[in-house]
């Protein structure tokens, strides 16, 4: 059974994205009763024996702010806290309903990193869950440039028409984007791990035919995924999506360059390597210049984000310490807002405001919290740490960690289901890498010509 869970689990992982991202609250509902249906018979197995119950200590670091999380939104839906005779609910939550569905979301992450934790446990188990992540974006880059380039026909997702930026089965180009960055993270952070794998030799030749071997013979299946994970990502036209992938990928890799313990002699040429063929040539055959046309246009006339991020200033400060209640941000704005804007805003653009609007500031601090440990630990883990695999994949958490923090400072993908449970996954792959035993040489080369 041990097995049945784990490969439920990776199964899930592909599935996330496939229901219009998991955005809509009936897609929430679907995986959130798969993930209790999983955890049920993790308490099957602990009472067995077969299985310890508790996750391993170092899941405590994604647990305790899931367990504030979920506590604070409980706090908000207790009947009659909210003594304001000029509300017309007596909670502290403006709309139950909605705080309801992301108490439910929080409680399934909470559940789902305790998954994670028990059951990503040794080295394989965590190849099987990089690779599910990548097959999730894979999955999604096919599709989604299959609909853009074939204008005449509707998605198959609720038959929806077509549209000139890509969005695959979700119901937002940004989503998608937020969505293939973290998947060609870890894609990328693979990649480097076997590039490791190789026992290198101080010459030129080896050098050469370790390139060669990585990125056109035995890893070419998951190259050739990053390329068209990347054309997916620029036909989603989205521009900090795109921005904020390269900026962060240049980032890791400088700091790489400099501190990677035991790092490939060919490491470096690999990562140029991605810039080049990806960025410049891919780019260019695909429309990358499109995105830098949306970038040029981009004004502060023409954008009305920063005013939503002005106009939301007072609410937080209104309710500083406990927020308006998880999931009301399109109820609350309305009653601050003091002119019309050229559109519709449903979401703060900006996860930072709407966090600290739903859920106050001290909880939007401890998740801020969280992300820094989680990014510094990353960063420690490719300087400390003698597994390839492990060194690897912290350096694709570094980026999408990175990538996530910029990203979000314009948009809100982690109201998304499918992005913001992939971002969850990729916080606990960042403690797991770090305390997880090493393996012995002999069977990490096995396992990876495996």
């Known amino acids: 059974m041990k097995t049945t869970i784990f490969y439920c689990l990776c199964f899930l992982l592909v599935w996330l994205p496939i229901p219009l991202g998991s ?10 009763f798969f993930i209790s249906v999983i955890f049920f018979l993790h308490l099957i197995l602990s009472i067995k024996k077969e299985k310890t119950l508790l996750p391993p200590s170092y899941s405590l670091w994604i647990i305790i702010p899931l367990t504030c999380a979920t506590t604070l939104l409980l706090i908000q839906l207790i009947p ?26 929080t409680l399934t992450m909470l559940l789902f990193s305790w998954l994670i934790f028990s059951y990503c446990d040794h080295y394989k188990a965590l190849i099987k869950i990089g690779y599910s992540i990548v097959l999730g974006g894979l999955i ?63 010459n030129l030749k080896n050098n050469i035919r370790e390139i060669v071997s990585v990125i056109l013979s035995s890893k070419m299946l998951l190259r050739g995924a990053l390329i068209l994970m990347i054309i997916a990502l620029i036909l989603t036209r989205s521009r900090m999506g795109n921005s904020a992938f390269f900026i962060a990928l240049a980032i890791v890799s400088i700091f790489s360059f400099f501190f990677y313990n035991k790092k490939p ?60 209640g998880g999931g009301t941000f399109y109820t609350a704005f309305p009653k601050y807002q003091p002119e019309v804007y050229s559109g519709y805003y449903d979401n703060a653009h900006n996860d930072y405001i709407q966090f600290s609007v739903e859920f106050g500031v001290p909880i939007t601090l401890l998740l801020g919290v969280l992300i820094i440990t989680a990014l510094s630990i990353s960063f420690r883990t490719m300087m400390k740490r003698k597994t390839p695999l492990y060194q690897g994949v912290s ?56």
């Open 140 to 202: 999604q880059a096919l599709y989604a440039t299959f609909l853009n380039l074939s204008p005449d026909l509707n998605s198959l997702v609720f038959n929806y028409p077509f549209e000139p930026r890509a969005t695959g089965s979700f119901s937002y180009q940004n989503f998608l984007a937020n969505y293939l960055a973290m998947c060609l993270s870890i894609g990328m952070g693979l990649l480097i791990s076997q590039l490791s794998l190789v026992n290198i030799q101080k």
């Open 80 to 105: 009659g806290l909210n003594i304001s005779e000029s509300s017309s609910v007596n909670t502290l939550s403006i709309d139950p309903m909605q705080t309801q569905i992301t108490l439910l979301k």
């Open 265 to 324: 002699v060919s490491l470096r040429p690999l990562i140029i390597s991605f810039f080049i063929i990806d960025l410049v040539i891919v780019g260019a055959l695909f429309g990358v210049d499109k995105v830098h046309e949306r970038l040029s246009q981009t004004s502060l006339e023409s954008e009305t984000r920063d005013e939503v991020i002005r106009d939301s200033l007072p609410i937080i400060i209104d309710n500083f310490f406990l927020g308006t």
């Open 23 to 32: 955005y809509r609250p009936w897609a929430i509902l679907l995986f959130s």
């Open 395 to 450: 350096f694709g958490c570094a980026v999408a960690i990175i990538y996530m923090i910029l990203h979000s400072t314009v948009d809100y993908s982690l109201q998304a289901g499918a992005n913001s449970f992939t971002f969850i996954l990729i916080l606990c792959l960042v403690f797991i890498t770090a305390n997880l035993p090493r393996e012995n040489r002999k069977d990490t080369i096995k396992t990876s010509l495996q």
